[in-house]
């Protein structure tokens, strides 16, 4: 091997990226409708919808070409999940009374792919918002993320997408822990962005200022 042979880029496979998952959750007979799905993902997003397969029950269709499916699951997610995952939820007033009464959900994944991982995460939260807008869900649970997230909320950060800003809330959880003299702060979910978690120790900054600080942070690091 030559010296310039040490200096050339090695042709690489680009990477694909993992499914992403999440379960918006339903109270008695409620559920979402697939045709309103697609209308509002259309209408709303502007997102082009094509190869639509299946029913209200099962279904595949592409998003801006990124495979999606979602299947309704008539029976509640196990009691045991919400409630670990309640332990960290503080978006949620009433997290534990309202999820722990719902009695049916949905499965909504988006597929492998070698997309850009930022892109398949729009397109992850333009589709959840679609399901949220267009039935009487409660609200999403993604437990690989230690996330809860109420039906209002979700909404308000999806739409930060028309604004260029990046939903990040919905996206990685921002644990806060607190003592007499100071705050701490934590991030779980970079690792799905091939990036490192990060932490701030025993800062004198107030919880929510804490808060925006690593929301800030964490949106830089994802964006760029």
């Not at 209408?43 to 082009?48: I, L, M, N, Q, S």
């Not at 045991?80 to 309202?98: G, R």
């Not at 007499?180 to 107030?206: H, R």
């Amino acid at each position: 091997m030559g010296l310039l042979d040490l200096f050339k880029k090695k042709e690489e496979k680009p990477k694909e990226n993992p499914l992403l998952l999440s379960m918006p959750m339903f109270n008695g007979d409620d559920s979402y409708s697939l045709q309103e799905i697609v209308l509002d993902l259309k209408e709303f997003w502007a997102v082009d919808v094509t190869d639509v397969e299946g029913d209200d029950n099962t279904a595949t269709f592409r998003i801006n070409g990124e495979l999606v499916a979602i299947a309704k699951m008539p029976a509640p997610i196990p009691q045991e999940d919400i409630e670990s995952t309640a332990n960290y939820t503080y978006l949620w007033n009433n997290v534990l009374e309202e999820c722990t009464q719902h009695t049916s959900h949905a499965i909504v994944t988006v597929l492998t792919s070698e997309t850009d991982v930022v892109d398949r995460h729009i397109i992850f939260t333009q589709l959840n918002a679609s399901i949220l807008r267009t039935s009487n869900a409660i609200g999403v649970y993604k437990g690989t993320q230690t996330l809860l997230l109420p039906k209002p909320l979700y909404l308000d950060f999806a739409d930060l997408l028309f604004q260029e800003m990046l939903p990040v809330q919905l996206w990685v959880y921002i644990g806060l822990v607190s003592d007499e003299n100071s705050n701490s702060a934590y991030t779980y979910g970079l690792k799905e962005f091939g990036k490192t978690e990060i932490e701030v120790l025993e800062s004198d900054m107030q919880r929510s200022d804490l808060y925006d600080f690593v929301v800030a942070v964490t949106s830089y690091i994802i964006g760029y």
